[in-house]
């Protein structure tokens, strides 16, 4: 994977979605990097909230962009358009 990849996957511990999310990534050969929140964290927790709005994981985001969860990313790759954040 890449040294800087431009995709960041917010994950926490024993989240089978987080999981789900970091395999698509990477059997697409995507490079990202990952960043894990623990659970009792909740400095980190409402700052992932102040910058995407959501308060569940995965939080996948491309550059500042949000992409969401693993539904979004898997909805992505159902059309064909995970190549577009390739790294």
Known sequence: ?????SV???T???CPYCMRAKKLLSDRG???KEILVEEDDDAQWERLYQKS???TMPQI???ERLIGGYSELAQLDQRD???????
């Open 8 to 10: 960041v996957v917010y």
């Open 81 to 87: 358009q995970l190549a577009s954040i390739k790294v």
């Open 30 to 32: 995507i490079a990202f």
């Open 53 to 55: 709005g959501m308060r």
């Open 61 to 63: 985001f491309f550059g």
């Open 1 to 5: 994977m890449s040294s800087n990849p």
């Open 12 to 14: 926490m511990h024993y």
